[in-house]
């Protein structure tokens, strides 16, 4: 499982709070062992990093529990599957006043700042190795890849239901299918074979 994350900031709001968001960000980031990207495209700013995961319980381990984000995971065991169901509640409007706090040499006003980053837009996308999710909030629905397109002020959390198949149990039932197969055709021959008559 592959997250990305990525946004941009024009060359407006890259001047008021750029270097702030750049260094939250960086440092956030390197604690987790991700590492940030940063690309200029025209006269915008993009901020790019990627995560892989090899399974949820990857993403339970090794995510520790991020202070960006509050997440909840049920987990419902069935014979062929594992369902997950996913909630996560970004908390982006958390680090406002602490970008707020850094922006305090500039001559920006505060109540303009603020509505600078409450117009923040970041995308957020979620790519799986096979198409197994089920109900979900996602903007836009990609092939395997999932995007959620959030804001500062967003207050709905991003909902995600993600089916994981167990191989084992599914071929212990393809197993015992073709076993019942194979002696109902065996069966089959052999009272045809009893049934014609003997010259």
Excluded: C
């Excluded at 260094?23 to 590492?35: H, N, P, Y």
């Excluded at 990627?50 to 995971?73: C, E, H, M, R």
Aim: charged content about 25%; overall charge positive.
């Amino acid at each position: 499982m592959d997250i990305a994350f990525s946004f941009k900031l024009d060359s407006r709001a890259e001047s008021l709070a750029g270097g702030t968001i750049e260094d939250l960000l960086r440092s956030r980031l390197q604690a987790a062992g991700i590492e940030l990207h940063k690309t200029k495209v025209g006269k915008s700013t993009e901020y790019q990093f990627l995560k892989s995961y090899a399974s949820i319980q990857d993403v339970k381990l090794n995510a520790g529990s991020p202070d960006i984000v509050d997440t909840q995971v049920d987990t419902e065991n069935k014979w062929l599957y594992t369902r997950y169901d996913v909630m996560a509640q970004p908390k982006l409007s958390a680090y406002s006043d602490k970008i707020l706090d850094g922006l305090g040499t500039l001559s920006v006003p505060k109540p303009l700042a603020r509505l600078l980053l409450r117009s923040l837009a970041l995308d957020f996308q979620l790519t799986l190795p096979y198409n197994l999710y089920g109900s979900n909030n996602a903007a836009d629905q990609d092939g395997n890849t999932l995007t959620w397109h959030i804001t500062m002020a967003d207050s709905e959390p991003m909902r995600l239901v993600v089916y994981v198949p167990d191989i084992r149990n599914i071929g212990l039932a393809g197993g015992v299918v073709i076993v019942m197969l194979a002696a109902g055709v065996l069966l089959f021959i052999r009272r045809r074979k009893s049934r014609k008559p003997k010259a």
